[in-house]
């Protein structure tokens, strides 16, 4: 079946860069998109962005834009988002979900913690 | 953007009870809209596709109905599985979600 598994828990200072990934399976990884989207405690969904696996090719939400940074590696049906210059408020939850237009399915979620 | 508004931003129902979520869009979407559930501690899952399309999966008691700008997902009979946040999103013009709405046990 489709799955999506991404990397485990991280905490980070603040100013400082995480890098996350999330694996896909059981389909055709070149065929979809995957976005990245953030859940901030008691905060709504916010989408950060998308990759193309494909091409490589990226889009950013206007929000995130020279912060967040998404690759991927065709060779190992992986996707990655990097968020730099960590702030506290950047403590959240963060997601990769498949584009079918819209997200379906989701990755069982990455927390970070912006700690000092 | 388009600012998606959600409500009520919770509804406390009883099971069996028939549940009525609203989502409002600043500006019309025409029916690029979704609805996704999230139950407590599990990822957000997607119900209802295209304003009216209940996804692979989803039981019939979900429908999702509207365009433009006002939405709205029923539960038509709440099943205890069923409490969780719903959140919609938009795709019109951006990429957009909705605030959520809480469904508790009353």
């Known amino acids: 079946q489709v799955q999506l598994v991404q990397s485990g828990a991280e905490v980070k200072k603040p100013g400082a860069s995480v890098k996350i990934s999330c694996k896909a399976s059981?389909?055709?990884?070149?065929?979809?998109?995957m976005h990245w989207v953030r859940q901030a405690p008691g905060q709504r969904l916010e989408w950060m962005g998308w990759?193309?696996?494909?091409?490589?090719?990226?889009k950013y939400s206007h929000k995130f834009q020279g912060r967040v940074t998404i690759t991927r590696d065709t060779s190992a049906r992986t996707v990655y988002m990097e968020l730099s210059s960590l702030r506290f408020e950047d403590t959240a939850v963060f997601y990769c979900a498949r584009d079918l237009f819209w997200f379906d399915p989701w990755g069982q979620g990455t927390l970070v913690t912006v700690s000092s | 953007e388009i600012v998606l508004t959600q409500s009520p931003a919770t509804l406390s129902l009883s099971p069996g009870e028939r549940a009525t979520l609203s989502c409002r869009a600043s500006?019309?979407?025409?029916?690029?809209l979704a609805w996704y559930q999230q139950r407590p501690g599990q990822v957000p899952r997607l119900l209802i596709f295209?304003?009216?399309n209940r996804a692979t999966g989803v039981p019939a008691r979900f429908s999702g109905s509207g365009s433009g700008t006002d939405f709205t997902l029923t539960i038509s009979s709440l099943e205890p599985e069923d409490f969780a946040v719903y959140y919609c999103?938009?795709?019109?013009?951006?990429?957009?979600f909705g605030g959520g709405t809480k469904v508790e046990i009353k």
């Open positions: 990759i193309n696996p494909d091409n490589g090719n990226t």
């Open positions: 295209d304003a009216s």
């Open positions: 059981g389909y055709s990884f070149s065929s979809h998109a």
């Open positions: 999103q938009q795709r019109s013009n951006g990429l957009t």
């Open positions: 500006q019309s979407v025409r029916t690029f």
